[in-house]
Nanobody, 123 residues
Framework: QLQLVESGGGLVQPGGSLRVSCATSGFTLDFYAIGWFRQAPGKEREGVSCIRGTEGRTYYADSVKGRFTISRDNAKNTVYLQMNSLKPEDTAVYYC????????????????WGQGTQVTVSS
């Protein structure tokens, strides 16, 4: 059974940094793509970043490109999202999700989800 658990969210000032983690179990991380999504109040869940399970190729939404970095540690079965230069509009619940094949930033392409972690960017 695929399980994903997010952690590391919190309150950070604009311009600050935060790293959220996605601990996985029940599957081999090498063979899955892991995506990070976020959902702000009253808005649709949107894709933020994705990392492929094989060669580790990464993908980013334009809104976070150059500020966020996705990475993984296969030995720890964990995927990270390092977020720098945070803005108030980055405030959302951040979710990680897994899919068996290649990367996607579309919510509909992922079937296994974590419970989310809240990230609030405010002074």
């Amino acid at each position: 059974q695929l399980q994903l658990v997010e952690s590391g969210g919190g309150l950070v000032q604009p311009g600050g940094s935060l790293r959220v983690s996605c601990a996985t179990s029940g599957f081999t991380l090498d063979f899955y793509a892991i995506g990070w999504f976020r959902q702000a109040p009253g808005k649709e869940r949107e894709g933020v970043s994705c990392i492929r399970g094989t060669e580790g190729r990464t993908y980013y939404a334009d809104s976070v490109k150059g500020r966020f970095t996705i990475s993984r540690d296969n030995a720890k079965n964990t995927v990270y999202l390092q977020m720098n230069s945070l803005k108030p509009e980055d405030t959302a619940v951040y979710y990680c999700a897994a899919r068996r094949y290649g990367c996607s930033l579309s919510r509909a392409d992922f079937g296994s989800w974590g419970q989310g972690t809240q990230v609030t960017v405010s002074s």
